[in-house]
């Protein structure tokens, strides 16, 4: 069984910058789209970004655009560097296949201050 784990999150200041990460236990990325979600509080959970398997071909929520970029260091890790960090940032973030097939992880929660 699937086991994601983030990490990375923190507290950063209005335009800072935070890399969160991803590993997998159980099994790899090997043939998998993966992507970063976020969930703030009383909000449902939302598309941050994700990358390809083949090519690594990246796509990115309009929010994150230019700020935010996605990669997979290997077959068991992807990351998220996060930069010009707003208050609006503010959530949990996971990662999980593009379309969110396997089980969540506890996420790991990025708090911005203005």
């Known amino acids: 069984q699937v086991q994601l784990v983030e990490s990375g999150g923190g507290l950063v200041q209005a335009g800072g910058s935070l890399r969160l990460s991803c590993a997998a236990s159980?099994?790899?990325?090997?043939?998998?789209?993966m992507g970063w979600f976020c969930q703030a509080p009383g909000k449902e959970r939302e598309f941050v970004a994700a990358?390809?398997?083949?090519?690594?071909?990246t796509g990115y929520a309009d929010s994150v655009k230019g700020r935010f970029t996605i990669s997979r260091d290997n077959a068991k890790n992807i990351g998220l560097q996060m930069n010009s960090l707003k208050p609006e940032d503010t959530a949990i973030y996971y990662c999980?296949?593009?379309?969110?097939?396997?089980?969540w992880g506890q996420g790991t929660q990025v708090t911005v201050s203005s």
């Open positions: 990358i390809s398997w083949i090519g690594g071909s």
């Open positions: 159980g099994r790899t990325f090997s043939g998998w789209n």
């Open positions: 999980n296949t593009q379309g969110g097939r396997w089980e």
